[in-house]
């Protein structure tokens, strides 16, 4: 897989690639701020086809751990220091009924059918929804970069058990997490 991008000039940063059918503007809406949020370049690969490999037809879920290791494979990616994968399909692992996303050292995939009002059987919210995604980004990507969950509920950081946990932390980063972040650059 070619990870072209449409701008050039810096090698490092953080690559952002759809993985199956996403829609685009999903990375307009986010790519911006995870600049500010991480300091770091942010750009947009070419997409990677659907991710057959990782669908558990029993749980009727795909298996985000299969996903990164697909992520993690990928010719190109050592031009970048960091990947996110987005994902349109529900995600777990094998301890939990679901997951929003996951992250390794260097790779993490959210996924997008859990933020949406719809899958709660809610009318649609747009700006909630851009919310959500840019939080799931930016805790797992916060990940990526050795950053641990979290006790403080209003930190990015903290674990999402449920919806309503992501939406009361949202994606900003407790003084002490950003002073992490902030120490690893």
């Not at 059918?21 to 911006?32: C, E, S």
């Not at 649609?124 to 990526?144: I, M, N, S, W, Y």
Request: proline letters at 5%; one cysteine or more; hydrophobic letters at 35%.
């Amino acid at each position: 897989m070619d990870f072209s991008v449409s701008e050039r000039g810096h090698e490092m940063g953080i690559l952002l690639v759809a993985v199956g059918n996403v829609d685009r503007k999903m990375f307009d809406l986010i790519k911006d701020e995870l600049k500010k949020i991480f300091n770091r370049p942010v750009w947009v690969g070419e997409g990677l086809s659907e991710p057959d490999y990782a669908f558990n037809p029993k749980r009727r879920q795909y298996l985000s751990t299969a996903i990164l290791k697909s992520l993690l494979d990928q010719k190109g990616r050592t031009l970048y220091e960091k990947m996110l994968g987005i994902v349109d399909h529900d995600l777990y692992v094998p301890e939990l009924s679901f997951v929003f996303g996951e992250a390794g050292r260097k790779v993490a995939v959210i996924s997008l059918a859990r933020l949406r009002q719809e899958f709660y059987h809610l009318p649609p919210d747009h700006d909630l929804f851009q919310r959500r995604v840019f939080t799931e980004a930016v805790h797992e990507l916060g990940h990526t970069y050795g950053l641990r969950h979290c006790e403080n509920p209003r930190c990015v950081m903290f674990f999402s058990n449920h919806i309503k946990d992501t939406d009361r932390k949202g994606p900003d980063l407790c003084p002490k997490c950003k002073l992490q972040l902030s120490q690893k650059e």
